[in-house]
């Protein structure tokens, strides 16, 4: 056996050092460097199993890469596994890619397990091994019977939080899907430290990468997050996998969002939105329903904004209240919305709509825990605190998608043709836009009135006269 050696690991971003450092030099953070021993002893594996990957090094290897010209290499698009979750095929880009590894993180309790165990159960087709490393057997089976459908003969559990073991068991079953609940409980013995350490994190990582690759078998890891809403454990891990989901919402509400930050595979600005239900997770086929199916009365202070998440359009309800400051700082507070750009957007009403705001408290909501940070909704909030501010409401039947500049200009705003599309699926029957827009659209086929305006008090004169 080799001689062990200690390294010293930030616990924040992976950094190793020899010795201890009080200020990590790459992430500038203190006192997270931490001694771990890094073992160098061969492990001995039975004939014919899969071997993970190992730091041994000199170990054996069986067969040496080359280098090949670019041009003799044969690009083929690999077919994906299609589950019968369709938010989820969105995310990814069109399903699961064979020999892919997917991280998902969220926060406790917002449904990650959940979501995978239901994905686990409705793989008819496939045979499904889930590890488990934080909940017992008995534990899992009483949240299948839970689901829709919780019964399926080739899904297969296993708790156990040790790497070798969960090789042997994959050996056994041969899994089609593999599922890791979660990746900051496993650990290896090829490493000498606790689970959840940064070395720990990615030798466990690597092994199931690797397995990955040499089966061609999907992997998806399910990891914990920091209070400030990063993946837990050191970064490299974010760029070992090939997909890195987050899973939002408040836990208080029904509402889920799955969103894509990284897919080497598909697009990383995709969306998928579920229901948290007594039965388990319901996917939203069509969110701008829901997001506005609580309209009634027409009240003041909100305003129909269209935007976009990746490919698919919404129709959002912006909600905005405006009262004389109690105290002397007017207070700007927003949910959903970017609060340093709600503070702009009140300067340009101040300086080019002559609106006094400088004494009066803002407070503005995107409706349904929505996170959006699309430009064409810039109309949309200065309506609203117009609205709010001189207690008049705005039709119901009016949507709103454009940018607003500083000079109080209306700016042209990107695929306006599937946002009225969807504004006129959902019965809106005017839409503000820029004049920019509209270039090349056939918008006479739509049964919606367009105006094209190009100054914010054009839209505040056609709203509030």
């Given at each position: 056996?080799?001689?062990?050696?200690?390294?010293?690991?930030?616990?924040?971003?992976?950094?190793?050092?020899?010795?201890?450092?009080?200020?990590?030099?790459?992430?500038?953070e203190w006192n997270t460097y931490v001694e771990e021993v890094i073992q160098k002893e061969t492990v001995a594996t039975t004939t014919g199993q899969w071997k993970p990957a190992s730091t041994v090094p000199g170990g054996n290897v069986a067969k040496a890469a080359k280098s090949?010209?670019?041009?003799?290499?044969?690009?083929?698009?690999?077919?994906?596994?299609?589950?019968?979750?369709?938010?989820?095929?969105?995310?990814?880009?069109?399903?699961?890619?064979?020999?892919?590894?997917?991280?998902?993180?969220g926060e406790p309790g917002i449904g990650k397990s959940t979501l995978m165990l239901q994905i686990a159960l409705s793989m008819r087709k496939m045979k499904v091994l889930y590890v488990s490393g934080e909940e017992s057997e008995a534990q899992i089976k009483m949240r299948a019977?839970?689901?829709?459908?919780?019964?399926?003969?080739?899904?297969?559990?296993?708790?156990?939080?040790?790497?070798?073991?969960?090789?042997?068991?994959?050996?056994?079953?041969?899994?089609?899907?593999?599922?890791?609940?979660?990746?900051?409980?496993?650990?290896?013995?090829?490493?000498?430290?606790?689970?959840?350490?940064?070395?720990?994190?990615?030798?466990?990582?690597?092994?199931?990468?690797?397995?990955?690759?040499?089966?061609?078998?999907?992997?998806?890891?399910?990891?914990?997050?920091?209070?400030?809403?990063?993946?837990?454990?050191?970064?490299?891990?974010?760029?070992?996998?090939?997909?890195?989901?987050?899973?939002?919402?408040?836990?208080?509400?029904?509402?889920?969002?799955?969103?894509?930050?990284?897919?080497?595979?598909?697009?990383?600005?995709?969306?998928?939105?579920?229901?948290?239900?007594?039965?388990?997770?319901?996917?939203?086929?069509?969110?701008?329903?829901?997001?506005?199916?609580?309209?009634?009365?027409?009240?003041?202070?909100?305003?129909?904004?269209?935007?976009?998440?990746?490919?698919?359009?919404?129709?959002?309800?912006?909600?905005?209240?405006?009262?004389?400051?109690?105290?002397?700082?007017?207070?700007?507070?927003?949910?959903?919305?970017?609060?340093?750009?709600?503070?702009?957007?009140?300067?340009?009403?101040?300086?080019?709509?002559?609106?006094?705001?400088?004494?009066?408290?803002?407070?503005?909501?995107?409706?349904?825990?929505?996170?959006?940070?699309?430009?064409?909704?810039?109309?949309?909030?200065?309506?609203?605190?117009?609205?709010?501010?001189?207690?008049?409401?705005?039709?119901?039947?009016?949507?709103?998608?454009?940018?607003?500049?500083?000079?109080?200009?209306?700016?042209?705003?990107?695929?306006?043709?599937?946002?009225?599309?969807?504004?006129?699926?959902?019965?809106?029957?005017?839409?503000?836009?820029?004049?920019?827009?509209?270039?090349?659209?056939?918008?006479?086929?739509?049964?919606?009135?367009?105006?094209?305006?190009?100054?914010?008090?054009?839209?505040?004169?056609?709203?509030?006269?």
């Amino acid at each position: 056996m080799a001689k062990a050696r200690t390294v010293y690991f930030c616990q924040s971003c992976g950094a190793q050092s020899s010795k201890w450092i009080g200020r990590c030099p790459v992430c500038g953070e203190w006192n997270t460097y931490v001694e771990e021993v890094i073992q160098k002893e061969t492990v001995a594996t039975t004939t014919g199993q899969w071997k993970p990957a190992s730091t041994v090094p000199g170990g054996n290897v069986a067969k040496a890469a080359k280098s090949v010209p670019l041009n003799s290499i044969l690009a083929e698009d690999e077919p994906r596994i299609l589950t019968p979750d369709g938010e989820l095929n969105r995310v990814l880009g069109g399903g699961l890619v064979p020999g892919s590894i997917i991280l998902i993180g969220g926060e406790p309790g917002i449904g990650k397990s959940t979501l995978m165990l239901q994905i686990a159960l409705s793989m008819r087709k496939m045979k499904v091994l889930y590890v488990s490393g934080e909940e017992s057997e008995a534990q899992i089976k009483m949240r299948a019977e839970r689901l829709a459908d919780g019964q399926h003969p080739g899904c297969y559990i296993l708790t156990e939080t040790n790497t070798q073991n969960i090789f042997r068991q994959i050996d056994q079953v041969q899994p089609n899907l593999l599922v890791i609940d979660s990746i900051q409980t496993m650990h290896s013995t090829l490493v000498e430290s606790g689970a959840g350490s940064v070395s720990q994190v990615r030798e466990c990582t690597a092994e199931f990468l690797k397995f990955a690759k040499e089966t061609s078998t999907p992997v998806m890891l399910i990891g914990h997050i920091t209070k400030d809403g990063s993946i837990a454990g050191p970064k490299i891990l974010e760029h070992m996998v090939d997909t890195v989901l987050q899973f939002e919402g408040d836990r208080h509400m029904s509402y889920r969002i799955l969103r894509t930050t990284k897919n080497r595979f598909g697009n990383t600005s995709e969306l998928g939105i579920y229901e948290m239900q007594g039965d388990g997770l319901r996917q939203v086929s069509n969110p701008s329903e829901i997001l506005l199916s609580q309209r009634g009365e027409s009240l003041s202070g909100m305003a129909i904004g269209a935007t976009l998440e990746g490919n698919r359009p919404l129709l959002v309800e912006v909600q905005a209240l405006v009262t004389p400051a109690t105290y002397g700082t007017p207070q700007r507070s927003s949910t959903g919305f970017d609060a340093k750009r709600l503070q702009m957007l009140l300067a340009v009403l101040e300086k080019r709509a002559g609106l006094r705001l400088g004494q009066h408290d803002v407070f503005l909501n995107i409706a349904g825990g929505l996170r959006l940070d699309d430009p064409a909704l810039d109309l949309a909030v200065c309506a609203a605190v117009v609205s709010s501010l001189n207690d008049v409401p705005i039709p119901g039947h009016v949507c709103l998608a454009a940018e607003v500049g500083l000079s109080g200009e209306i700016r042209a705003v990107t695929r306006l043709d599937q946002r009225l599309a969807e504004a006129e699926k959902l019965g809106f029957r005017e839409m503000y836009v820029s004049q920019f827009n509209g270039k090349g659209l056939d918008l006479a086929r739509l049964g919606m009135k367009t105006y094209a305006v190009g100054r914010l008090d054009e839209v505040l004169d056609g709203l509030f006269g």
